[in-house]
Nanobody, 124 residues
Framework: QLRLVESGGGSVQPGGSLRLSCSPS????????IGWFRQAPGKGREYVAV????????DYADSVKGRFTISRDNAKNTVDLQMSSLKPDDSGVYYC?????????????????WGQGTQVFVSS
């Protein structure tokens, strides 16, 4: 099964920054749209951001717009999520996911391959 691997999570104080990275285990991300989702304890999986396969199209959830930036480097086969001005509500497990249709979907069900997640904890 094709899987993704997230890294870069950790604990940070409110207002701080983290950079998450997403890499595939055994395939190329070049043709896939990539989304980031998050899940807080006791809540459902929430859309965060998406980037098209060529990086031309990006979209963000309203809750992170202006604070998070999604980017990709197809030569390095990675997708990053730069998170700034972090708030306690940003805490949760962050997942990256790959969508072959590259539709820019905000729906987790449309994604084909997932990682196991990386924990982000924002607290003073």
């Amino acid at each position: 099964q094709l899987r993704l691997v997230e890294s870069g999570g950790g604990s940070v104080q409110p207002g701080g920054s983290l950079r998450l990275s997403c890499s595939p285990s055994k395939f190329s991300l070049r043709n896939y749209g990539i989304g980031w989702f998050r899940q807080a304890p006791g809540k459902g999986r929430e859309y965060v951001a998406v980037i098209s396969s060529n990086g031309a199209l990006k979209d963000y959830a309203d809750s992170v717009k202006g604070r998070f930036t999604i980017s990709r480097d197809n030569a390095k086969n990675t997708v990053d999520l730069q998170m700034s001005s972090l708030k306690p509500d940003d805490s949760g497990v962050y997942y990256c996911a790959a969508e072959w249709e590259d539709s820019g979907s905000l729906r987790a069900d449309d994604y084909d391959h997932w990682g196991q997640g990386t924990q982000v904890f924002v607290s003073s």
